[in-house]
């Protein structure tokens, strides 16, 4: 099945402890992107991945780093987490860019509070 | 600032009845308008989309308004249904993706 799965789905950390979310996609998708989803606001993209070792800003960067070593996996870190990064977390594949064109294949979504 | 302006924030409809969600973009370079659709506990998943060379698009009960002159685009929902009960985002592209702030449609049996 053609799928985006993230880890882990829900988590629950204190502030200033590291934490990574995984995110990998069975499509052999190029473009990969990190999206937060807030009450009022909306999916807001923090970082995507053009391919395999490029990536660039979102609109909600700070805070956050990603890398992309291979095709397949996407991690979103948070190097030291605050308690205004609690938020539900997605992570989305396309097969091109510009993504809009092609639809987005959205995982089911990471609950993280940071208390 | 949010790109794409999407009301109302959330709508109860009967079922049989008509949902629609309205969106609003200012930046004419966007050229491509797909809605996602949300279930509780699920990722977003991409319901129906419309370029802006036409005016209308329906899939099902589903249907997209496109006004390219006064930049607004509608999606409509007849007959609603209880399964049609989630939270349905806006988009708008351009070089990338931009999402309105979403609708949570509860439909009542």
């Known amino acids: 099945e053609a799928q985006v799965t993230q880890n882990p789905r829900y988590l629950i950390t204190v502030t200033g402890k590291k934490l990574t979310v995984t995110c990998s996609q069975n499509m052999n998708h190029e473009y990969m992107s990190w999206y937060r989803q807030d009450p009022g606001l909306g999916l807001r993209q923090i970082y995507y991945s053009m391919n395999v070792e490029v990536t660039d800003k979102g609109d909600v960067p700070e805070g956050y780093k990603v890398s992309r070593k291979e095709k397949r996996n996407f991690p979103l870190i948070l190097e030291s987490p605050s308690p205004n990064q609690t938020s539900l977390y997605f992570c989305?594949?396309?097969?091109?860019?510009?993504?809009?064109?092609?639809?987005?294949?959205f995982g089911s979504g990471t609950r993280l509070t940071v208390v | 600032q949010q790109q794409v302006k999407q009301s109302p924030q959330s709508l109860i409809v009967q079922k049989g009845g008509i949902s629609i969600i309205n969106c609003a973009y200012e930046?004419?370079?966007?050229?491509?308008f797909p809605w996602y659709q949300q279930f509780p506990g699920k990722g977003p998943a991409l319901l129906i989309a419309i370029r802006p060379d036409v005016s209308e698009k329906k899939e099902g009960r589903f249907t997209i308004s496109f006004n390219k002159s006064a930049k607004q685009f509608s999606l409509h929902i007849m007959d609603s249904q209880p399964g049609d009960s989630a939270t349905y985002f806006c988009a708008a592209s351009g070089y990338k993706l931009s999402f309105g702030a979403g609708t949570t449609v509860t439909v009542r049996a």
């Open positions: 930046n004419t370079a966007f050229d491509y």
């Open positions: 989305a594949s396309s097969s091109g860019s510009p993504v809009g064109n092609y639809g987005y294949t």
